[in-house]
């Protein structure tokens, strides 16, 4: 999907701002309405962008920014951004590498000498494209006990950091998402620089484009002029859920939705880095060339035929969603602070109004109804690197149960996502025993069937203690009460399954344990797999 940049673009040549307009479409305008006919004036809402070739084609809002002041989300808000945020960082990383000041391949640990010794091998490179095998600091704060509206800092990420005493994997041997990494990118930027993401940002990226209500936000308590707050469900109404972070680059920008429209523009325009736009947008690879299906703050792909390029983010009560189709030299923009919206699937539909006659047709679903056939793949899988899904049939037809996504079948043995049948593809053995799961231009990862069962009596009594981690401060409890239940530090009390010899699984958590056993044959060591960290390793204190 490579593209040459114009540089001759009206965004480039004219003024950074978008100062032209397409005619409105009434016709489009309607049919964007309607899609966002569930934000009305009482509910959170969303945002929503359209630009092509620099000109502004969409901006309006819909739903609440403030629901105490009654205050309306407006194309103007400020909207938190989350990890729509690591394109915008990247951008940072990847100036300093066209100004000389820093190679891709340099090692992070000679910026960040605090990172300890284990990371040796990680490069600038595989942190941008999450190929580093770094642990996910938020995982890590969620095991640890932290709670959810914790105001992680940047002391608070190296902290975590150092206590670990291994990466997930060897560099650019995986891909894990990782947020550590762009955390780190940030505090890269800050050392090379000499200036703080925000700073630098505003220099170099920012004012040149016109973006002059756009910020990383270092600290959270500081105001944020027409900020739209954060909402998720309670009940039968909403309560207040904000960003708590003072670290930024995997998150923590604050924007608008002309802002951003400018942000994407210059994907066209190449005002500001066109070179790095180049870098951001081409698919990584492992070592064994295989392609991951993410560049640089940025992901790749396609939509209906379409090249497109996203990312999306969610954090707290905001969902947000960044598609680029570089063909066809359009943005949108998605930004909510509505925690039950759906950014990529808004985005989607609103990409279907603008490209409409441009894109191919949208993949049918099997008029079959596939109760028998799905009967058989209902079951537990489990990859390589300890994550799992477990499939069930609702109504008679084949789903997910953590979270709960219906599939639909495509043909015999192949299932997508109903509200998007031309992503993500399940794809099962014809023998049932797995699947790999994948989207296009992506890496496949392979799923094994694997059985579940409590685990009573002697069996379970071998896992029964407390274990403690040198990497992880809150200890864990294992307990018998009619099957295994684990208690991690004052998290609640989750239900542990067994999914194979010495191998339980908290599929409430995502969490598996893996038992070593001594000479003697106790079960004295776990290895504990938490999905963005790999490979933890406790050792038991009691029994």
């Not at 640990?109 to 490069?123: G, M, N």
């Not at 923590?252 to 790095?276: C, E, F, H, Q």
């Not at 060591?525 to 490979?535: D, E, F, H, P, S």
Request: with cysteine; aromatic share 8%.
């Amino acid at each position: 999907m490579k593209k040459s940049l114009s540089f001759a673009s009206i965004a480039a040549i004219a003024t950074p701002a978008m100062v032209l307009a397409a005619a409105p479409d009434a016709a489009r305008e309607a049919r964007v309405d309607a899609v966002f006919a569930a934000y009305g004036p009482s509910v959170p809402g969303c945002a929503v962008g359209v630009e092509q070739d620099g000109r502004t084609l969409f901006a309006r809002g819909y739903g609440v920014a403030d629901l105490e002041a009654k205050r309306p989300l407006t194309p103007a808000s400020s909207v938190y951004m989350a990890s729509v945020s690591k394109q915008v960082a990247a951008m940072a990383v990847l100036l300093l590498v066209e100004d000389g000041k820093l190679r891709l391949d340099d090692r992070a640990r000679s910026i960040i000498p605090e990172l300890p010794a284990y990371a040796d091998q990680v490069t600038v490179r595989q942190l941008l494209t999450h190929n580093s095998g770094l642990r996910d600091f938020f995982t890590l704060g969620g095991i640890s006990g932290y709670a959810d509206d914790r105001p992680y800092s940047e002391k608070d990420v190296l902290d975590l950091l150092g206590r670990q005493q291994g990466l997930d994997f060897e560099p650019d041997t995986d891909h894990l998402y990782s947020n550590s990494g762009y955390v780190a990118l940030s505090l890269i930027v800050q050392r090379v620089s000499g200036q703080r993401l925000d700073d630098f940002a505003r220099a170099r990226i920012f004012n040149p484009l016109g973006m002059t209500k756009t910020r990383f936000q270092h600290d959270h308590t500081q105001p944020v002029p027409d900020k739209a707050n954060g909402y998720v469900k309670a009940g039968e109404g909403w309560k207040l859920s904000n960003s708590y972070l003072d670290v930024v680059g995997d998150g923590g920008l604050y924007s608008t939705t002309g802002d951003m429209l400018r942000w994407i523009a210059n994907m066209d325009g190449g005002k500001v880095g066109a070179p790095s736009v180049a870098l951001m947008r081409e698919s990584a690879r492992l070592k064994d060339g295989t392609p991951t299906g993410y560049g640089m703050g940025l992901a790749p792909g396609s939509y209906r035929g379409l090249p497109l390029v996203q990312h999306g983010g969610g954090l707290a009560g905001y969902r947000t969603m960044t598609y680029w189709f570089p063909t066809e030299k359009l943005g949108i923009v998605i930004s909510c602070n509505n925690g039950e919206a759906s950014s990529g699937a808004l985005a989607s539909k609103v990409a279907d109004i603008y490209l409409d006659g441009k894109l191919k047709p949208q993949t049918v679903l099997s008029d079959v109804a596939p109760d028998e056939a799905a009967r058989p793949l209902a079951g537990v899988y489990r990859d390589k690197g300890g994550m799992y899904f477990e499939l069930a049939l609702n109504d008679g037809k084949l789903a997910t149960v953590r979270p709960p996504w219906s599939l639909a079948q495509l043909s015999p043995g192949v299932f997508a996502l109903p509200t998007d049948p031309d992503g993500v593809r399940f794809r099962f053995d014809a023998d049932g025993k797995g699947f790999s799961l994948a989207s296009e231009g992506g890496r496949a990862r392979r799923f094994e069937r694997v059985e579940k069962q409590a685990t009573t009596g002697a069996e379970a009594a071998a896992y029964v203690g407390s274990y403690q981690s040198p990497e992880v401060p809150a200890p864990i409890t294992i307990r018998q009460d009619g099957g295994l239940k684990l208690k991690i530090g004052e998290l609640p009390e989750l239900p542990l399954f067994q999914t194979a010899p010495d191998r339980l699984w908290a599929p409430d958590a995502g969490l598996e344990l893996l038992f070593i056993r001594d000479a003697a044959g106790t079960a004295d060591k776990l290895l504990l797999n938490a999905g963005r960290a790999r490979g933890l390793k406790y050792a038991r204190t009691g029994s």
